[in-house]
């Protein structure tokens, strides 16, 4: 296991996943193919039970429970009060099946009523289960959230989840290495979430095909672990196989102390371990790109894709002045779908609804930033204002400090954790032709439901135009992932 200290082989001037890779390589298959030792698997309702019933199907057993874990966090209702039913149609059979299957496979469930239920990608590091230089992977996109920690995290399909959980491994076609250098210092209001759509707004969603983004500099370094976990979030929608922060004293001590985290002679071995998880100086990246972190503004997206975003302040780009003919008129349907012109500001544009949560931005710090924007004021008028927190530890804690009843009083409602409206399943939506600015990381047509217009930004961003009734910035300082 990833607790236990694990010896670097002797090897050229390596870069991390060049370590990470040989650290949890079990065999080479050849042609860039590795068999790799999976250190954990996380499940959850929407495909654990579709996973669990395959392998039991197959008359197959977990090689060992002790490493896969279960959430309700997909489907389940994030109304107070909430239990089994959902607004999704059938989204009871899922939560009933899946408890039913990880019963029966004898691995860790956090329940629906769980004191520890919460999204999948902020329960398993705030529980210590992903660990610094840990293999994680689970059938949703957004498991390079954990590459925060210094974990190598990928999303996979329920087939590959069933392999996992069957022998403890998993065939991986080893990706091209990308470092993305963020030098310089973050200007005030500046957060993570802008850092990481200002990258995918100069790069393309596809600039990260085919590569394992490491994100490096000294405006990474600064980062907190859970705004280095929003950076890694979006690595997917780069169209990156993962994305990662090299583990420092940071990470080790946000893990300490937490419950699946090594403790005692372990945690210093571990320690020791984790030290060693660095890109050497002279190594050599298949690509490398560097950005100017000074130079990031509060950024929102303006189309149907993270790459379709500018900082707030600058007006909607004409199609007509891109060279590429499939891009031109992406961005065309794009204006088409979300209601806007060429040229237009979006600085001062109306909106209906208002959206803090998600695996991207749900966590302590960022209600604590929201919520310091919020305090003493009020939602606009005709705005439907939303706060779900990413795990129920996240929630007792905000209930502790008193952010619930700042988000209470400015006009926001004050939810269970859950995925919620991140995206739609059937369930929940703010409506067709609603136009929503939200901290969640996909702004797909559809995304937050049929016809629904999402703008993604910080959740400071979010906070600020929820009171002022249009899309803006904030006005001062916050901290923020």
């Known amino acids: 296991m990833a607790a236990r200290r694990r010896m670097l082989p002797e090897m050229m001037a390596s870069t991390l996943l060049d370590k990470l890779w040989a650290l949890h390589c079990v065999a080479d298959l050849g042609d860039g193919e590795s068999l790799l030792n999976i250190d954990r698997v996380f499940l959850h309702e929407r495909t654990g039970s579709i996973a669990l019933q395959g392998l039991a199907d197959a008359g197959r057993s977990l090689r060992d429970p002790g490493r896969v874990f279960c959430t309700m966090d997909h489907i389940v209702d994030t109304y107070p009060g909430r239990g089994d039913e959902t607004a999704m149609p059938s989204g009871r059979d899922f939560i009933v099946a899946t408890r039913a299957a990880a019963r029966e496979a004898g691995i860790r469930l956090f329940d629906v009523r769980d004191p520890q239920q919460g999204i999948v990608h902020v329960i398993s590091p705030e529980l210590g289960i992903a660990l610094p230089g840990s293999t994680v992977v689970c059938p949703d996109s957004h498991t390079c959230t954990l590459g925060g920690l210094g974990a190598l995290a990928w999303g996979i399909g329920s087939t590959e989840a069933e392999h996992a959980m069957a022998t403890g491994t998993l065939r991986v076609r080893k990706p091209r290495s990308l470092r993305v250098t963020f030098d310089g210092e973050l200007a005030p209001g500046v957060t993570a979430k802008d850092m990481i759509l200002h990258l995918i707004g100069r790069e393309g969603a596809g600039g990260g095909a085919g590569h394992a983004v490491e994100f490096a500099g000294n405006a990474v370094r600064a980062l907190p672990v859970e705004a280095r976990m929003t950076l890694c979030n979006m690595a997917v929608e780069f169209s990156a196989f993962t994305g990662f922060v090299a583990p420092d004293a940071t990470a080790a001590a946000y893990v300490e102390g937490r419950e699946y985290a090594p403790a005692g002679s372990e945690l210093a ?165 609603k136009r929503v600015i939200s901290s969640t990381n996909r702004n797909f047509e559809g995304r937050q439901g049929p016809g629904t217009r999402t703008h993604l930004a910080s959740p400071v961003t979010v906070a600020a135009s929820a009171v002022a009734g249009h899309i803006t910035r904030a006005e001062r300082r916050v901290e923020a992932a």
């Open 269 to 433: 071995l571990a320690r020791a371990h984790w030290r060693e998880l660095f890109s050497d100086d002279d190594a050599r990246f298949d690509r490398e790109l560097v950005i100017d972190a000074s130079a990031i503004a509060p950024t929102v997206t303006w189309g149907t894709s993270p790459e379709h975003c500018l900082p707030i302040g600058e007006p909607v780009p004409d199609p007509a002045s891109e060279a590429d003919p499939a891009r031109r008129e992406g961005m065309r349907k794009a204006l088409g779908y979300m209601g806007l012109a060429p040229g237009q500001q979006l600085a001062g544009l109306p909106i209906d609804g208002a959206f803090i949560g998600s695996c991207t931005n749900s966590r302590l710090s960022d209600l604590r930033a929201a919520a310091d924007l919020l305090r003493g004021k009020r939602v606009a008028p005709g705005v439907a204002a939303v706060c779900v927190p990413g795990s129920t530890s996240v929630k007792r804690a905000a209930e502790a400090e008193g952010i619930d009843r700042v988000f209470r009083d400015a006009g926001f409602s004050w939810r269970e954790a859950g995925c919620s409206m991140c995206f739609y399943a059937g369930g929940e939506t703010f409506g067709a032709g």
